[in-house]
């Protein structure tokens, strides 16, 4: 709709899986489109792709210079979900030295993927990995929850899927395996 075509054009681009029936999204794009709009629109995309571009430079320099750490790298990415990017994040930000913390247990509650014992009048409460993000908002782990906990939580319900032996330890305890 930005170089001019029209609501019926780009309802070809919906995907099958929105909740949105078809006459709703015709009646949600059917709007007036100014050339003005259609300036800030194809500038707001520009800015998208350059900043799309700069990620993939920053993502090649990381991976270029964490070369050296090439096991690692290659090791990390046999865990589900972790691909080189993520990798590499998991090395800059942890780092090698698994020492430093102590044991996996400790890696995993810094990380923000521990799972939590909330318990009320002796029942058991769950609580998501999610919620980590915001236990750790002070603290550097931070930085890895958009690349620990959606790959956590989205390889959590897989059966038959151990991540750490036979203990039901969260996905990060596979780091210190290595």
Not at 30 to 53: C, K, M, N, S, Y
Not at 95 to 121: H, I, K, T, Y
Request: hydrophobic share 45%; aromatic share 8%; net charge negative.
């Amino acid at each position: 709709m930005i170089e001019g075509g029209t609501p019926l054009q780009a309802l070809e681009f919906a995907n099958s899986r929105l909740k949105a029936t078809p006459e709703e999204l015709l009646d949600a794009l059917d709007g007036d489109l100014t050339p003005a709009h259609r300036f800030v629109l194809r500038e707001i995309l520009q800015h998208i792709r350059e900043l799309e571009a700069r990620i993939a430079r920053f993502d090649t320099q990381l991976l270029a210079e964490l070369e050296s750490h090439r096991w690692a790298l290659d090791l990390l990415q046999t865990i589900p979900g972790i691909d080189a990017v993520g990798a590499a994040m998991l090395i800059v930000e942890i780092g090698l030295d698994m020492e430093a913390f102590g044991s996996p247990q400790r890696l995993a509650s810094w990380a923000g993927v521990c799972p939590g014992n909330n318990e009320s009048a002796g029942k058991r409460k769950a609580v998501a990995f999610a919620r980590a993000i915001h236990m750790y908002d002070d603290c550097c782990a931070k930085w890895l929850m958009p690349y620990v906990v959606p790959k956590a939580c989205s390889k959590a319900s897989i059966r038959g899927l151990s991540y750490a032996g036979d203990t039901s330890a969260p996905l990060l305890l596979w780091l210190i395996r290595f």
